[in-house]
Nanobody, 118 residues
């Protein structure tokens, strides 16, 4: 299974921005979709952005217009640009890959903590 290492998290004030990066242990060129997930304390992990092999992106309403996912197949990395952050965005962020059936195909990494607070 491909493994991922997330980075770029930190403490940011409301309204601020962060850019998260995800490095894969192998090639992501042929992976159907790459996604960014987050898990807040006491909540289930949720998908907040994904990008398919064809470059199509999708976001839930909670982050639409604020988050942007991108993938660099040459560098085997996936990024998440997060703008206009709110305290509700506080969570541990993870990346992973899933197939056309929605099945997770990678190993979960340690994630990167994002804390939005004044």
């Amino acid at each position: 299974q491909v493994q991922f290492v997330e980075s770029g998290g930190g403490l940011v004030q409301p309204g601020g921005s962060l850019r998260l990066s995800c490095a894969a242990s192998g090639s992501i060129f042929s992976l159907y979709a790459m996604g960014w997930y987050r898990q807040a304390p006491g909540k289930q992990r949720e998908l907040v952005a994904h990008i398919t092999i064809g470059g199509s992106t999708n976001y839930p309403d909670s982050v639409k217009g604020r988050f942007t996912i991108s993938r660099d197949n040459a560098k085997n990395t996936v990024s998440l640009q997060m703008n206009s952050l709110t305290p509700e965005d506080t969570a541990v962020y993870y990346c992973n890959t899933f197939d056309r059936g929605g099945n997770i195909r990678g190993s979960w990494g340690q994630g990167t903590q994002v804390t939005v607070s004044s």
